[in-house]
Nanobody, 132 residues
Framework: QVQLLESGGGSVHPGGSLTLSCAAS????????WGWFRQAPGKAREGVAS????????TYADSVKGRFTISRDNSENTLQLQMNRLEPEDTAMYYC?????????????????????????WGRGTHVNVSS
């Protein structure tokens, strides 16, 4: 069983930056995928970014491309999300996710598959608020 704990959320002004972290513990081996998701009040959870650690392949939602960067530190078992040029629309609860899926699924369908999969491990979330 994999346990995830997010940190790094907070309040920033538009145009500001934040770095979210996700600390992982448990049995993490073999083919797997990591992702960041977010859920704004009254809206469905959506995928933000995913990474396939074996070759560091990444995928981003169109709304965050060029502003957010996902990375994984395998030695520290942590996942990061560097968020730059934040906008009020980025305000949401951000969740870390882990699942044992192959590269193609990680980088092509993880954003939708994860929302319906019983095998995904989720963190409890960290809140990001972007306002002036």
């Amino acid at each position: 069983q994999v346990q995830l704990l997010e940190s790094g959320g907070g309040s920033v002004h538009p145009g500001g930056s934040l770095t979210l972290s996700c600390a992982a513990s448990g049995y993490i081996r073999g083919t797997h995928c990591w992702g960041w998701f977010r859920q704004a009040p009254g809206k469905a959870r959506e995928g933000v970014a995913s990474i396939y650690p074996a070759d560091r392949g990444t995928t981003y939602a169109d709304s965050v491309k060029g502003r957010f960067t996902i990375s994984r530190d395998n030695s520290e078992n942590t996942l990061q999300l560097q968020m730059n040029r934040l906008e009020p629309e980025d305000t949401a609860m951000y969740y870390c996710a882990y699942d044992r899926v192959v590269r193609h699924n990680c980088l092509s369908t993880f954003f939708s598959d994860a929302l319906h999969s019983a095998s995904v491990a989720w963190g409890r979330g960290t809140h990001v608020n972007v306002s002036s």
